[in-house]
């Protein structure tokens, strides 16, 4: 058994990632549906959030049918981060989900996303701040690091849980290699087996498959 706070979910479970434009309440309800064991919002600005922005506000939403579900933030600003997750722990989800790992260039050169991996200090402080801040478990997603001299994985995930983060997803590849290259597990191998480490760690890049889904209870959703 795995253990996110107090969600326990059976062992090798399935997440799915999240999709800005693409994990919206009827995707995730089909991939619900198909097995997945827990699922995350697309990701919101905490910027947007906090000034109640219509599309960031609307990416709150989903249903219970989605639980355990997690409502992931980005941002570059603590104060906002601290906020937005304020603010997102009110629409009741079951996990609060920090990206560390968006490449886009209107958000990574802000310093979020992916680009607060630049700045290691900062990127801990923000998370301790969004630990303090809400009573819900925190996890974050990130990448292996912020470029090829930069491959911190293993001693930011050191850092991150002992902030407080309750699992950590990480993303094969560094904030600058393109999606075309493969993945890189290894160092998501050494993350796992660091004896320091003891939060649930997922691996993420090019999963493309899996166990079966569980028929019977797609078949009893189907019938719902
Ligand atoms: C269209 C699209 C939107 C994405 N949006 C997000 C997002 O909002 N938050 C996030 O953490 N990752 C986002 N990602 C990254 C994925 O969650 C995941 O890390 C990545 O696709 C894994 O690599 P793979 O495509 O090789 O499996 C996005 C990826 C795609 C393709």
């Not at 630990?131 to 995930?157: F, H, Q, S, W």
Request: glycine share 8%; with cysteine.
């Amino acid at each position: 058994m795995i253990r996110i706070g107090n969600i326990d979910i059976a062992d090798f479970p399935i997440l799915l990632a999240p999709m800005e434009d693409v994990s919206d309440p009827p995707f995730r309800h089909v991939c619900k549906m198909f097995g997945a064991d827990i699922m995350y919002t697309e990701f919101i600005s905490s910027e947007g959030l906090i000034r109640d922005a219509s599309k960031s506000v609307k990416k709150l939403d989903f249903e219970e049918f989605e639980r355990p579900i997690g409502i992931q933030i980005f941002g570059h600003d603590i104060e906002s981060m601290i906020k937005a997750a304020e603010y997102a722990e009110r629409a009741q989800p079951d996990i609060i989900d920090i990206n560390y790992g968006c490449p886009v260039k209107k958000v990574a050169s802000k310093g979020a996303g992916s680009g607060i991996m630049n700045n290691i200090p900062k990127m801990v402080a923000m998370t301790e701040a969004v630990v303090k801040a809400v009573k819900l478990p925190v996890t974050v997603k990130t990448r292996l690091g912020y470029d090829e001299n930069r491959k911190d994985i293993v001693e930011i995930a050191e850092r991150l849980q002992d902030v407080g983060i309750e699992a950590l997803t990480i993303h094969g590849r560094l904030r600058t290699t393109r999606s075309s290259v493969p993945a890189d597990w290894s160092l998501i191998g050494e993350v796992k087996r660091n004896p320091r480490m003891h939060i649930p760690i997922f691996g993420n890049g090019d999963v493309v498959d899996g166990p079966q889904p569980n028929i019977s209870r797609i078949r009893m959703v189907l019938m719902d």
